[in-house]
């Protein structure tokens, strides 16, 4: 027979990362973490910009941590270093580029299958993929010939560029306010006001926009795009059209369902996986953490208070 391990985690986000550690520091042995990354915290590597404020209260929502990973207030680039630092000292079992296709229940026993052709066997699962690995995309059509000018975060934009930025959460804030430092920034959001966003972040937004270095477009939608020149011609609701250098949608992003689904859990109408009280989906002694668990997407600190809770759970259920 294959090694059975006691969990594996899928996924090595936050939520993944402290299902691994809670792990450890309860000496449950044999856990596996997979990430189709090639490094832990791929969402906050590819969709943080550089010196990102990262709160621990997320949008002023006080979260009181329970575990052991001790998370504070810092940057994109400190929190990714308490991650490295954690992983180093805690010699987790963790593998990277490998993406997880489907897992399946054999009798009491996961089957975790990888692209790679790899089964990985366990008593339990926990899935803390991210739903920004799948970013929303707007409705209609981004012409072929525009493509390479179209992105859905922040880390291709180059100084002294003519920059749309799409959307009305806080990333597409904290883009246009930090691309507009440097570069000929847009902010366009269908809506007048801004319900999603933090108190710092409104503040932020309002000096931009005040100072003149950040231009906007409330209260109109975009029809169309289409290329003029090689370049992202933007058609809006109110009949005016503006060419750009660059579009960065910053929309949200959606749970990948088909996964989830191929994996049997059960979602709502939303597609957020039901679960019980211990974060355990449909599917027995299967799991979920992080931000699969949140319609608009939760913080690093419940995702860190969802794998103390799951590995709390799951050790309770091996000493039985």
């Known amino acids: 027979m294959s090694k059975i391990y006691n969990i594996a985690i899928i996924g090595g986000g936050p939520g993944g990362i402290a299902s691994a550690v809670e792990s450890v520091m309860l000496g449950i042995n044999d856990v596996i973490l997979l990430e189709k990354g090639e490094n832990h915290s791929t969402t906050i590597r590819k969709f943080y910009k550089d010196n990102k404020r990262v709160d621990k209260d997320y949008k002023g929502k006080k979260i009181d941590l329970e575990g052991n990973i001790y998370f504070m207030d810092g940057t994109k680039e400190s929190t990714l270093d308490l991650f490295d630092k954690i992983l180093a000292t805690t010699n987790i079992d963790a593998r990277f580029n490998t993406e997880v296709e489907s897992i399946t229940k054999e009798g009491d026993i996961f089957c975790v299958r990888t692209a790679g052709n790899d089964e990985i066997k366990a008593k339990y699962a926990v899935i803390s993929i991210g739903k920004m690995g799948v970013p929303n ?140 009280s211990a974060c355990e989906s449909s599917v027995k002694n299967l799991f979920v953490a992080g931000d699969l668990l949140f319609r608009s997407g939760g913080s690093i600190a419940s995702a860190l208070n969802n794998g103390f809770s799951i590995v709390t759970e799951i050790n309770r259920r091996l000493a039985l």
């Open 137 to 276: 995309k707007p409705s209609y059509p981004i012409p072929p010939e525009i493509k390479n000018r179209v992105f859905f975060n922040a880390n291709s934009i180059n100084q002294n560029e003519k920059v749309l930025i799409v959307g009305g959460g806080n990333s597409a804030v904290e883009y246009a306010y930090f691309i507009a430092e440097k570069n000929d920034t847009k902010l366009n959001y269908r809506r007048t006001e801004f319900a999603r966003i933090n108190q710092t972040n409104k503040e932020m937004l309002e000096n931009s926009i005040n100072s003149g270095k950040l231009k906007t477009k409330f209260g109109i939608d975009i029809v169309s795009l289409e290329s003029e020149n090689g370049k992202p011609k933007v058609n809006f609701t109110d009949g005016s059209s503006e060419v750009f250098d660059k579009i960065v949608y910053a929309i949200g992003g959606v749970a990948p369902v088909d996964f989830l689904k191929k994996c049997n859990l059960e979602l709502d109408s939303a597609g957020v996986p039901i679960v019980n």
